[in-house]
């Protein structure tokens, strides 16, 4: 039993504690072959990664790898809804960089517009739950997938309610997939901020999981033994773990292949 990489990891150019090179350590030592940077994205009003930080972390990623060429580092984002309409906090401009594209629902985030504010995060942080923030939370995870290469959504149900069904029906249609955050996963009952029975409901989709330690610490890189647990107690098959020994297929590495081979004919 083996994961081949962790896709999901914060440093200190947002809210981690460790370096980018103390994450790789880390990953080798765990014996993972392939560890993503993904620091909070642009629009996170305390913990984003700054605009002026950006190329530093490039450069640093491009040191770790010619220094540590036994593992494959990714560069990417963790980024942030910003907006009903699905907008993320990424541009085109980004994008050219990136590795890899997780996106999340966050708390404190900078939105695109006042209606956005009012119509969208305020409800959520003040933990509205009815059938009309449902419906619109769902919508903009949807349409997020619709617009953008999301490799990974990460940590699906934390601090928002959404239809998990809808948004996995979603993802299984473009290629996402669904992450099983162990950092989100209690220590004595394995419960995550989504219930059992809405990862039944999202196991009777096509959509495929992978598992990420969303480690904040290096030394929680390649940690899941809390997902493993909830993997166990929840019964989702280890054939549809898309990092569990075997390398995941991401969703934008096939968008620029196909983009690729559309330019060379």
Request: hydrophobic fraction near 40%.
């Amino acid at each position: 039993m083996a994961f081949f990489g962790d896709y999901h990891t914060h440093t200190i150019y947002s809210h981690g504690k460790g370096t980018v090179e103390d994450n790789v350590i880390a990953a080798v030592k765990r014996g993972l072959k392939e560890i993503a940077i993904t620091d909070h994205g642009f629009h996170h009003m305390t913990y984003n990664v700054r605009k002026m930080d950006w190329p530093f972390i490039r450069r640093d990623v491009e040191r770790m790898r010619k220094k540590y060429p036994m593992i494959k580092i990714l560069l990417g984002l963790e980024s942030n809804f910003i907006s009903l309409s699905g907008n993320i906090d990424i541009t085109a401009a980004d994008m050219q960089y990136l590795d890899i594209l997780v996106c999340g629902y966050h708390k404190f985030i900078k939105p695109e517009r006042l209606r956005d504010q009012l119509g969208m995060f305020i409800p959520n942080l003040l933990g509205i739950k009815n059938r009309k923030m449902l419906v619109k939370n769902t919508d903009a995870y949807i349409k997020a997938l619709e617009k953008y290469e999301i490799d990974i959504v990460s940590h699906i149900c934390y601090t928002v309610d959404v239809d998990v069904a809808e948004v996995a029906k979603a993802a299984a249609y473009y290629g996402t997939l669904i992450e099983i955050n162990n950092k989100n996963i209690k220590s004595k009952t394995f419960e995550s901020s989504c219930t059992d029975r809405q990862w039944e409901a999202i196991l009777k989709t096509d959509a495929e999981f992978i598992v990420d330690s969303d480690a904040h610490r290096s030394d929680k890189i390649g940690d899941f033994e809390k997902a493993e647990k909830l993997i166990e107690r929840v019964g989702i098959p280890y054939e549809r773990i898309a990092n569990y020994e075997r390398t995941p297929v991401l969703r934008s590495h096939k968008a620029k292949e196909e983009l690729l081979k559309g330019g060379l004919s």
